[in-house]
């Protein structure tokens, strides 16, 4: 972070004085992210550096299948609305060694959170399908109380002051970017979800909905503009939908102090080129690759 803060300028990202940034980063995610010793912890920041990583992103911090994840033991928790002060206490010694061997950090705000009944969020028992949790993915570009449930995690977090650096997430310089929500596009992945025929009622008339307004807006056909599955009306009826979302969560970051590059969602699992346009919300676009052997050959742009 002796740079200043990571800043996205055209198609570069840069420090603030000027220079360019480049990163090459790997993850650390899930049981090692609360689980590693700290002796463990510095060591693995050593040898990272001198493997040339300069970038680490700390992923499925909230997953529900990581126990403890951010909210703490899994099998005591009964809401994901307060962070626990133990596992903020391990991602603070996580970025702080890294941070001492020159290793920046991506932040992600929200990977695969499992709500519960008493989160208290609309409708949930329909989108728990019969589970004690559900997935917010899909639903939240409809549903207000998880839009501010998701806000008020995201501002617990950025907020929290790290315990060994005496900085705030959201004014440490080593941290380069951050990522609203992973893997969680409406515009070829979890559209389809909000539909009719998904058992999912209260969701899908709120989704209904927002598609009948955009066709009224912009004069578009009423019958196809919500058919998610197909391209025309409905891809651009999803990419605004997706879009709102992302300003109005990018906005929140920055009313709260957040300056770093903001990913929305990414592009990945076959996404084509009628989801790229709501991504363009934030300052960089994540595109995900999953690959086996030869991988490292291909390139990276396509």
């Not at 066709?215 to 503009?225: F, G, I, V």
Request: glycine letters at 8%; charged letters at 20%.
């Amino acid at each position: 972070g002796k740079r200043g803060f990571v800043r996205a300028v055209g198609e570069q990202l840069q420090f603030s004085d000027g220079t360019t940034a480049r990163f090459w980063g790997t993850n650390i995610s899930a049981y090692t992210l609360f689980g590693t010793p700290h002796d463990v912890v510095k060591l693995q920041a050593r040898r990272l550096a001198e493997l040339g990583f300069n970038l680490v992103r700390l992923h499925h911090h909230d997953s529900p299948w990581v126990n403890p994840n951010i909210f703490g033991d899994s099998k005591q928790v009964t809401s994901t609305q307060q962070i626990s002060a133990e596992s903020l206490e391990r991602l603070d010694w996580w970025i702080k060694c890294l941070k001492d061997e020159g290793i920046y950090i991506w932040l992600d705000l929200h990977v695969q959170r499992a709500l519960r009944e008493q989160d208290n969020i609309f409708a949930f028992d329909e989108i728990r399908k019969g589970k004690a949790t559900a997935d917010l993915k899909g639903y939240a570009y409809v549903n207000i109380t998880i839009q501010s449930a998701m806000k008020r995690f995201a501002e617990d977090y950025v907020s929290h002051v790290n315990s060994y650096t005496g900085v705030a997430y959201k004014d440490e310089p080593a941290i380069a970017a951050m990522l609203l929500t992973n893997e969680n596009d409406i515009t070829h992945h979890f559209g389809n979800a909000l539909l009719p025929d998904k058992q999912v009622p209260q969701h899908s008339a709120l989704y209904m909905a927002e598609a009948e307004g955009f066709a009224k807006q912009h004069d578009l056909p009423a019958s196809q503009t919500w058919r998610a599955w197909e391209h025309g009306p409905a891809k651009l009826f999803l990419n605004d939908l997706e879009h709102r979302f992302n300003l109005e969560m990018i906005q929140h970051l920055r009313a709260l102090g957040v300056r770093v590059p903001i990913a929305t969602t990414n592009t990945w699992g076959g996404n084509g080129l009628s989801s790229l346009p709501a991504l363009t919300a934030g300052d960089l676009i994540d595109a995900h690759s999953y690959g086996g052997l030869g991988q490292l050959d291909r390139n990276p742009q396509s």
